[in-house]
């Protein structure tokens, strides 16, 4: 997965990382609040939302600006 390491995805300005080893109670009042979000993930500014209800994640994705590069995963 060559390039991956270059590549972050930050919600509120705080890294993957630091949200994982944030307590679960701030991790739902800064993302999984079923509001939207402004958040960036690589080149791109992505507007979206992200909820838990009944153990499923539901991301809604209303606008995305810029990226457009090679994905990771081909």
Do not use: H, Y
């Not at 153990?55 to 081909?74: H, N, P, S, V, Y």
């Amino acid at each position: 997965m060559q390039g991956r390491d270059n590549r972050e995805i930050q919600f509120e300005g705080l890294t993957e990382s630091e949200i994982l080893a944030l307590p679960e109670e701030d991790v739902n009042g800064l993302i999984l609040l079923g509001e939207p979000l402004v958040f960036r993930a690589g080149s791109a500014t992505v507007l979206g939302s992200f909820r838990v209800t009944d153990k499923r994640l539901t991301i809604e994705l209303a606008q995305i600006d810029g990226g457009g590069e090679e994905c990771w995963w081909r």
